[in-house]
């Protein structure tokens, strides 16, 4: 069970507050996101897989690749993340994911 709303002071007007966004991981692939970031996140770990067969036929066939950086929406960032990992599989991936200092090398 998770709570989102820490206290709430009705005589002072104070606003919930959200829970601190953390995503517990633990055994048997057990996920609990905390927090509305931390829910968008957990997407994350989780791509469609029809999205990421689709982008994969797609750039195969195109014969490209993708340049990506990490401020995309969590969503793309999975897809693409699923996408780079099954062409490593076969040796040739074309997905790359950085922050701007590692585009720069």
Request: glycine share 8%; net charge negative.
């Amino acid at each position: 069970e998770k709570s989102t709303v820490a206290s709430f002071d009705v005589n002072n007007n104070e606003q919930p507050e959200e829970a601190f966004p953390s995503i517990v991981i633990g055994p048997n692939g057990f996920i609990q996101p905390q927090g509305s970031f931390a829910e968008a996140q957990t997407q994350f770990l989780d791509p469609c897989p029809d999205a990421v067969e689709s982008l994969l036929e797609s750039l195969d066939n195109a014969n490209m690749g993708i340049v990506a950086h990490y401020y995309m929406d969590v969503e793309l960032q999975g897809v693409l993340q699923a996408v780079g990992l099954k062409q490593a599989e076969s040796g040739n991936s074309r997905v790359a994911i950085a922050d701007s200092l590692k585009m720069g090398d």
